[in-house]
């Protein structure tokens, strides 16, 4: 296992990590509402199209990586995926 201190440490670096990748979730929020504005509008934006469908599989695949160090760092901390397993 792993030393305490360790995983001490890596607590607040995973829930920083996962405030990054939930900014960037908005971000994308952010440039789907400009999209829907201005194909209302009868436009289009393909700038923000772009960094929409770009960034957007990088993120959900970030989001997924950070859902797995959390549960890794749990693992690692308790010795078991769950604290308090269903029975």
């Not at 289009?44 to 989001?63: D, F, Q, Y």
């Amino acid at each position: 296992m792993l030393d305490r201190h360790i995983i001490a440490n890596l607590r607040p670096v995973h829930g920083t990590y996962n405030l990054v990748i939930l900014m960037l979730f908005w971000y994308q929020a952010f440039l789907g509402f400009r999209m829907r504005k201005a194909r209302r509008a009868g436009g289009s934006n393909p700038r923000a199209v772009k960094r929409h469908r770009k960034t957007g599989p990088v993120l959900a695949i970030l989001a997924i990586a950070g859902f797995a160090g959390g549960a890794l760092l749990g693992f690692l901390d308790n010795g078991r995926v769950l604290k308090y397993p269903l029975q």
